[in-house]
Protein backbone atom coordinates (compact mmCIF):
# COMPACT_ATOMS: atom_id res chain seq x y z
CA UNK A 1 0.00 0.00 0.00
CA UNK A 2 0.81 3.54 -0.29
CA UNK A 3 1.36 3.75 3.60
CA UNK A 4 1.15 2.13 6.98
CA UNK A 5 -2.15 1.59 7.76
CA UNK A 6 -3.38 0.06 11.24
CA UNK A 7 -6.96 -0.71 11.99
CA UNK A 8 -8.85 -0.20 13.92
CA UNK A 9 -8.52 3.62 14.13
CA UNK A 10 -10.07 3.30 17.35
CA UNK A 11 -11.32 0.47 20.18
CA UNK A 12 -13.34 0.84 23.05
CA UNK A 13 -13.31 -2.63 25.33
CA UNK A 14 -14.25 -3.84 28.63
CA UNK A 15 -11.30 -4.67 31.49
CA UNK A 16 -10.84 -8.08 30.83
CA UNK A 17 -11.38 -8.98 27.07
CA UNK A 18 -8.90 -9.64 24.49
CA UNK A 19 -8.18 -7.29 21.30
CA UNK A 20 -6.09 -7.51 18.46
CA UNK A 21 -4.70 -4.52 17.04
CA UNK A 22 -3.59 -5.00 13.11
CA UNK A 23 -1.07 -3.64 10.97
CA UNK A 24 -0.19 -3.46 7.40
CA UNK A 25 3.02 -1.99 6.53
CA UNK A 26 4.39 -0.56 3.37
CA UNK A 27 4.45 -2.69 0.49
CA UNK A 28 8.04 -4.27 0.43
CA UNK A 29 9.42 -3.18 3.99
CA UNK A 30 11.01 -5.83 5.67
CA UNK A 31 11.04 -4.56 9.17
CA UNK A 32 8.20 -3.85 10.97
CA UNK A 33 8.10 -1.73 14.38
CA UNK A 34 5.52 -1.75 17.19
CA UNK A 35 5.16 1.64 19.80
CA UNK A 36 2.84 2.73 22.83
CA UNK A 37 2.57 6.21 23.42
CA UNK A 38 0.45 6.39 26.65
CA UNK A 39 -1.35 9.97 27.64
CA UNK A 40 1.28 12.69 28.52
CA UNK A 41 4.31 10.53 27.80
CA UNK A 42 6.66 9.84 25.37
CA UNK A 43 7.06 6.85 23.07
CA UNK A 44 7.66 3.42 24.32
CA UNK A 45 9.47 1.18 21.97
CA UNK A 46 7.18 -2.52 22.22
CA UNK A 47 8.50 -5.13 19.49
CA UNK A 48 10.54 -5.12 16.08
CA UNK A 49 10.07 -7.70 13.28
CA UNK A 50 12.64 -8.42 10.66
CA UNK A 51 10.50 -10.39 8.06
CA UNK A 52 8.15 -12.69 10.05
CA UNK A 53 11.37 -13.42 13.14
CA UNK A 54 11.01 -11.10 16.25
CA UNK A 55 14.47 -10.75 17.53
CA UNK A 56 14.18 -8.22 20.16
CA UNK A 57 10.54 -8.74 22.42
CA UNK A 58 12.31 -7.26 25.54
CA UNK A 59 9.76 -3.63 25.42
CA UNK A 60 6.52 -6.08 25.45
CA UNK A 61 5.37 -4.98 28.91
CA UNK A 62 3.95 -8.17 29.98
CA UNK A 63 2.92 -11.61 28.88
CA UNK A 64 -0.89 -10.69 28.10
CA UNK A 65 1.11 -8.80 25.06
CA UNK A 66 1.91 -10.68 22.09
CA UNK A 67 2.54 -10.11 18.96
CA UNK A 68 3.47 -12.12 15.05
CA UNK A 69 3.66 -11.23 11.47
CA UNK A 70 2.64 -13.55 8.50
CA UNK A 71 4.20 -13.63 5.20
CA UNK A 72 6.92 -10.58 6.13
CA UNK A 73 3.71 -8.08 5.75
CA UNK A 74 0.41 -8.11 7.99
CA UNK A 75 1.30 -7.95 11.67
CA UNK A 76 -1.45 -8.01 14.74
CA UNK A 77 -0.67 -7.31 18.36
CA UNK A 78 -2.66 -8.97 20.78
CA UNK A 79 -3.30 -7.36 24.32
CA UNK A 80 -5.24 -10.46 26.27
CA UNK A 81 -7.10 -9.69 30.06
CA UNK A 82 -7.00 -6.40 28.86
CA UNK A 83 -6.20 -3.89 31.78
CA UNK A 84 -6.90 0.44 32.37
CA UNK A 85 -2.87 0.62 32.09
CA UNK A 86 -3.31 -0.60 28.72
CA UNK A 87 -5.31 2.28 27.00
CA UNK A 88 -2.90 4.05 24.59
CA UNK A 89 -2.46 4.43 21.28
CA UNK A 90 -0.82 2.00 19.59
CA UNK A 91 1.68 2.80 16.39
CA UNK A 92 2.96 0.91 13.95
CA UNK A 93 5.83 1.71 12.06
CA UNK A 94 7.82 0.44 8.89
CA UNK A 95 11.44 0.76 7.40
CA UNK A 96 13.18 -0.87 4.53
CA UNK A 97 16.11 -2.31 6.05
CA UNK A 98 19.38 -1.33 3.21
CA UNK A 99 17.87 2.01 3.04
CA UNK A 100 18.43 4.89 4.98
CA UNK A 101 16.42 3.26 8.10
CA UNK A 102 13.74 5.84 7.86
CA UNK A 103 10.86 4.60 9.75
CA UNK A 104 6.86 5.46 7.93
CA UNK A 105 4.24 5.18 10.72
CA UNK A 106 0.43 4.48 10.84
CA UNK A 107 -1.82 6.84 12.38
CA UNK A 108 -2.21 4.92 15.09
CA UNK A 109 -4.88 2.24 17.05
CA UNK A 110 -6.15 4.19 20.15
CA UNK A 111 -7.50 1.88 22.39
CA UNK A 112 -9.65 2.47 25.53
CA UNK A 113 -10.05 -0.01 28.12
CA UNK A 114 -13.06 0.92 30.63
CA UNK B 1 22.07 4.70 29.20
CA UNK B 2 20.99 7.04 25.84
CA UNK B 3 18.98 9.85 27.21
CA UNK B 4 17.37 12.29 24.93
CA UNK B 5 16.25 15.48 25.96
CA UNK B 6 14.34 18.12 24.22
CA UNK B 7 13.68 22.10 24.90
CA UNK B 8 11.48 23.92 25.04
CA UNK B 9 8.82 21.62 26.04
CA UNK B 10 6.22 24.02 24.45
CA UNK B 11 7.26 27.15 22.21
CA UNK B 12 4.73 29.80 20.67
CA UNK B 13 5.56 32.37 18.04
CA UNK B 14 3.65 34.58 15.38
CA UNK B 15 3.32 33.53 12.52
CA UNK B 16 6.78 34.50 9.62
CA UNK B 17 9.33 33.91 12.60
CA UNK B 18 12.17 31.63 11.70
CA UNK B 19 12.49 29.28 14.74
CA UNK B 20 14.59 26.68 16.27
CA UNK B 21 14.48 23.29 18.33
CA UNK B 22 16.65 21.63 20.12
CA UNK B 23 17.03 17.88 21.01
CA UNK B 24 20.19 16.82 23.48
CA UNK B 25 21.16 13.13 24.14
CA UNK B 26 23.95 12.00 26.72
CA UNK B 27 25.52 9.02 24.21
CA UNK B 28 27.33 10.19 20.79
CA UNK B 29 27.37 6.78 19.78
CA UNK B 30 24.58 7.04 17.54
CA UNK B 31 23.37 5.52 14.16
CA UNK B 32 21.08 8.03 13.09
CA UNK B 33 18.82 10.92 14.47
CA UNK B 34 15.62 11.71 13.18
CA UNK B 35 13.14 14.38 13.58
CA UNK B 36 9.36 13.93 13.49
CA UNK B 37 6.02 15.94 13.71
CA UNK B 38 3.10 14.37 15.06
CA UNK B 39 -0.17 15.98 14.36
CA UNK B 40 -3.13 15.40 17.12
CA UNK B 41 -4.72 12.36 16.42
CA UNK B 42 -2.14 11.37 14.03
CA UNK B 43 0.58 9.38 13.25
CA UNK B 44 3.87 10.69 13.38
CA UNK B 45 5.34 11.81 9.76
CA UNK B 46 9.23 11.83 9.45
CA UNK B 47 10.37 14.99 8.17
CA UNK B 48 14.24 14.38 8.49
CA UNK B 49 16.81 11.85 8.86
CA UNK B 50 20.74 12.50 9.24
CA UNK B 51 23.40 9.51 9.48
CA UNK B 52 25.84 9.49 12.11
CA UNK B 53 28.38 10.98 9.02
CA UNK B 54 26.26 13.70 8.53
CA UNK B 55 25.99 17.34 9.24
CA UNK B 56 22.92 18.47 8.24
CA UNK B 57 19.71 17.56 6.04
CA UNK B 58 17.38 20.14 4.46
CA UNK B 59 13.76 19.70 3.47
CA UNK B 60 12.44 22.86 2.35
CA UNK B 61 11.70 25.13 4.89
CA UNK B 62 13.07 22.92 7.27
CA UNK B 63 16.64 22.44 8.20
CA UNK B 64 18.14 19.46 10.86
CA UNK B 65 21.80 19.76 12.26
CA UNK B 66 23.97 17.19 14.00
CA UNK B 67 26.53 17.57 16.04
CA UNK B 68 27.62 14.20 17.82
CA UNK B 69 30.72 16.06 19.73
CA UNK B 70 28.19 17.53 21.72
CA UNK B 71 25.09 15.74 22.13
CA UNK B 72 23.37 18.22 20.00
CA UNK B 73 20.61 18.55 16.98
CA UNK B 74 18.31 21.44 16.23
CA UNK B 75 15.89 21.79 13.79
CA UNK B 76 15.32 24.99 12.22
CA UNK B 77 11.91 26.08 10.62
CA UNK B 78 12.18 29.19 8.42
CA UNK B 79 9.31 31.35 7.47
CA UNK B 80 6.84 29.57 10.46
CA UNK B 81 3.38 29.05 9.11
CA UNK B 82 0.37 28.47 11.07
CA UNK B 83 0.30 24.45 9.17
CA UNK B 84 3.69 24.15 10.77
CA UNK B 85 1.83 23.75 14.65
CA UNK B 86 2.34 20.56 15.82
CA UNK B 87 4.66 18.12 18.24
CA UNK B 88 8.12 18.04 16.83
CA UNK B 89 9.91 14.79 18.21
CA UNK B 90 13.40 13.58 17.45
CA UNK B 91 15.24 10.33 17.86
CA UNK B 92 18.21 8.75 18.15
CA UNK B 93 18.73 4.98 17.28
CA UNK B 94 21.88 3.56 18.56
CA UNK B 95 24.05 1.19 16.09
CA UNK B 96 21.72 0.31 14.23
CA UNK B 97 19.53 -1.93 16.69
CA UNK B 98 15.85 -0.42 15.70
CA UNK B 99 15.23 0.76 19.04
CA UNK B 100 14.77 4.27 18.92
CA UNK B 101 15.17 7.00 21.74
CA UNK B 102 12.76 9.58 21.56
CA UNK B 103 12.52 12.87 23.41
CA UNK B 104 9.32 14.30 25.29
CA UNK B 105 8.63 16.22 22.16
CA UNK B 106 8.60 20.31 21.60
CA UNK B 107 4.64 21.31 21.26
CA UNK B 108 5.19 24.15 18.50
CA UNK B 109 1.96 27.17 17.98
CA UNK B 110 2.36 29.09 15.52
CA UNK B 111 0.00 31.79 15.95
CA UNK B 112 -1.79 33.44 12.76
Redesign the interface.
Known sequence: GAG?S?SPSNKVTEKGKDVELRCDPISGHT?L?WYRQSLGQ??E?LI?FQGNSAP?KS?LPSDRFSAERTGGSVSTLTIQRTQQEDSAVY?C?SSSLGD?????????SRLTVL | KQEVTQIPAALSVPEGENLVLNCSFTDSAI??L?W?RQDPG?????LL?I?SSQREQTSGRLNASLDKSSGRSTLYIAASQPGDSATY?C?V?KD?N???I????TKLIIKP
Open positions: VQAYGLFYDGLATGELFFGEG | YNQFKGLTSLQLAESYQLWGAG
